[in-house]
């Protein structure tokens, strides 16, 4: 009788550990899926800016050429 509740109690440990770990993995796999959209978010905003350099860079050009003119 003893060892049929002592395994009882285990087995629901064992059931109430494993779904707090797997709650924990879930919550850590959240946190990193909005991680890496805001690293795609932040590469973006990188590119745009390396756009926006390059086209002042052409902008600088033009005028250098227009002042030797």
Known sequence: DVLL??????SLEAIYL??????????HAEELEEVSE???EIQEDVEEI???VDEIQEDVEE?????KI
Not at 5 to 10: A, G, K, R, W, Y
């Open 5 to 10: 509740i002592l395994t009882t109690v285990v």
């Open 18 to 27: 494993s779904i707090f770990i797997q709650m924990t993995v879930n919550r």
């Open 38 to 40: 805001d690293i795609e």
């Open 50 to 52: 390396q756009e926006n």
């Open 63 to 67: 005028i250098q050429e227009v002042k």
